[in-house]
């Protein structure tokens, strides 16, 4: 299986940002533990994070041309404002899994919303790095 993760906004900052929210563990931490997960799990992966709505937009439509398979994404901060990302979900038909490391039903009510929840065929909150290990699973499962 591809797998294609997309990481949003200020995740490239764990371990700086929070720490009360999102944990100690640093970036490099969470790529290190995705990649050895993907070996146990024999997926090819790759791991693309970005600050910028738009680029990861135009990387959900080039997954629909480079033969992935599925996607695990955390939008972050995009979760609750985009519409374009779960439209390009949508546009793609690949299925994604929607993680986040936080409880997002128990942060400030803005945060509570998801326009990705839509799209997505599994949504996973609250369980730090382990939601990714589970997306991963679930789609490996699954397809």
């Known amino acids: 299986m591809k797998l294609l993760v997309i990481n949003g906004p200020n995740l490239n900052f764990l371990g700086i940002r929070e720490k009360s929210v999102y944990g100690t563990e640093n970036y490099d931490d969470l790529l290190r533990m995705i990649q050895e997960k993907a070996e146990a799990e024999g997926c090819q992966i790759e791991v693309f994070q970005s600050n910028h709505e738009g680029a990861i937009i135009d990387r959900i439509q080039d997954a629909y041309f480079d033969g992935t398979d599925a996607i695990v994404i955390n939008p972050a901060a995009y979760t609750h404002t985009s519409i374009a990302i779960p439209d390009a979900i949508k546009a793609v038909g690949i299925p994604a899994v929607e993680v986040h490391l ?36 679930y789609l490996e499962k699954s397809l």
């Open 102 to 137: 936080s409880d997002i039903s128990k942060r400030e009510a803005y945060r509570q919303i998801s326009y990705v929840s839509d799209v997505a065929v599994k949504t996973i909150y609250g369980k730090g790095f382990e939601g990714y290990k589970e997306a991963i699973e």
